[in-house]
């Protein structure tokens, strides 16, 4: 079993699925010759060829345009948008055709598409770099919404999303793109998209997160147990659409309280809809208010004052003692 980083654990489910698959076609700015700017499809263009991973021009819009057309086709698409903030360029195909073609047939077509974009700060990287604009995508009906927050789980993750019959946003952390390995099988591995995990039991609070939020999460958790003797339970999302809230809910039954975190803006954020949702599910097992732990409301700045923004560990160990105290 081999230590991978996220980028080569994507790499090999692209490739497996396309040795698998024939019907699995790679397109987008530089993903061929190049292997893509982060590198996720390198190798690809030689071992499979020109007509399955294709380079296209620097038009976002036409990129998943052409890629809706694949799908309907009968082919699985993967397309690679180079940063999040690009993306903006295709909502209206996403919005308008790929999300609504399964509801606008009345199911007698189906759009198997993967739109693959890295996202979020912590990268040092320019204006439109960085954002963190999950919710635009998980408000959209038809559509689902994955974000892998390591390696192995990023490739398992992306296997189900190739093998999917409705269109997914694949949102990559670019801050854990490189920034550490863990085991990988060699053999094939997937994980059900809209389902949530454990990654630290815990019985005094919930928090919740997901992405390059993790790993501060799960910190902020440690520190918690070695110096206030708290041990958290700490949910890892992995999607967005659909929302595993019956772990959450579960949870914060046994907990009574819950810090959600991400490093998108607060307001109208991820956090709200599933507070919003915890508030309906156990509401009588509260024991303090739910606290939402997030970005500011501001384009997040460049990397002279990034880290401000950021939820850090410090900030969301302080935020949940708050909340232990309440």
């Known amino acids: 079993m081999a230590k991978l980083n996220m980028v080569q654990a994507l790499n090999l489910a692209l490739a497996q699925e396309m040795a698998r698959d024939e019907r699995v076609i790679v397109l987008g700015e530089d993903v061929g010759v190049d292997g893509g700017v982060f590198r996720v499809s390198d190798g690809l263009h030689a071992r499979f060829g020109a007509g399955r991973v294709l380079d296209t021009p620097l038009a976002e819009s036409a990129?998943?345009?052409?890629?809706?057309?694949?799908?309907?086709?009968?082919?699985?698409?993967?397309?690679?948008?180079?940063?999040?903030?690009?993306?903006?360029?295709?909502?209206?195909?996403?919005?308008?055709?790929?999300?609504?073609?399964?509801?606008?047939?009345?199911?007698?077509f189906q759009v198997p598409l993967v739109l693959r974009t890295p996202y979020g700060g912590g990268v040092r990287a320019?204006?439109?770099?960085?954002?963190?604009?999950?919710a635009f995508w998980g408000h959209i009906p038809?559509?689902?919404?994955?974000?892998?927050?390591?390696?192995?789980?990023?490739?398992a993750l992306?296997?189900?999303?190739?093998?999917d019959p409705d269109p997914v946003i694949f949102y990559e952390p670019t801050a854990l793109y490189r920034a550490f390995r863990e085991e990988v099988p060699d053999e094939e591995e997937t994980l059900p998209l809209g389902k949530a995990r454990i990654a630290r039991p815990g019985k005094a609070v919930t928090m919740i997160a997901y992405?390059?939020?993790?790993?501060?999460?799960?910190?902020?958790?440690?520190?918690?147990?070695?110096?206030?003797?708290?041990?958290?339970?700490?949910?890892?999302?992995?999607?967005?659409?659909?929302?595993?809230?019956?772990?959450?809910t579960e949870?914060?039954?046994?907990?009574?309280?819950?810090?959600?975190?991400?490093?998108?803006?607060m307001t109208y954020g991820p956090a709200a809809e599933i507070a919003a949702r915890l508030m309906e599910n156990a509401f009588f097992q509260l024991e303090?208010?739910?606290?939402?732990?997030?970005?500011?409301?501001?384009?997040?700045?460049?990397?002279?004052?990034?880290?401000?923004?950021?939820?850090?560990?410090?900030?969301?160990?302080?935020?949940?003692?708050?909340?232990?105290?309440?």
């Open 63 to 108: 990129i998943v345009g052409v890629a809706i057309g694949m799908a309907l086709a009968g082919l699985r698409p993967v397309c690679e948008i180079q940063f999040s903030g690009f993306s903006y360029q295709c909502f209206h195909q996403i919005e308008n055709h790929a999300a609504r073609l399964r509801w606008r047939s009345r199911g007698r």
């Open 126 to 134: 320019l204006e439109h770099h960085s954002e963190s604009r999950e």
């Open 142 to 155: 038809g559509l689902k919404l994955a974000i892998p927050s390591g390696p192995r789980n990023a490739r």
């Open 158 to 163: 992306l296997v189900s999303a190739m093998r």
């Open 211 to 248: 992405g390059a939020m993790l790993r501060p999460t799960l910190a902020a958790a440690e520190e918690l147990s070695a110096r206030d003797g708290v041990e958290a339970e700490v949910i890892d999302l992995l999607s967005l659409a659909p929302l595993d809230d019956a772990l959450c």
């Open 251 to 265: 949870s914060l039954r046994k907990t009574g309280r819950a810090v959600v975190i991400h490093e998108a803006p």
């Open 288 to 326: 303090a208010p739910i606290r939402r732990i997030a970005g500011y409301d501001v384009v997040i700045p460049l990397f002279q004052r990034e880290a401000r923004y950021l939820p850090d560990t410090q900030r969301i160990v302080a935020e949940t003692r708050e909340v232990l105290a309440a």
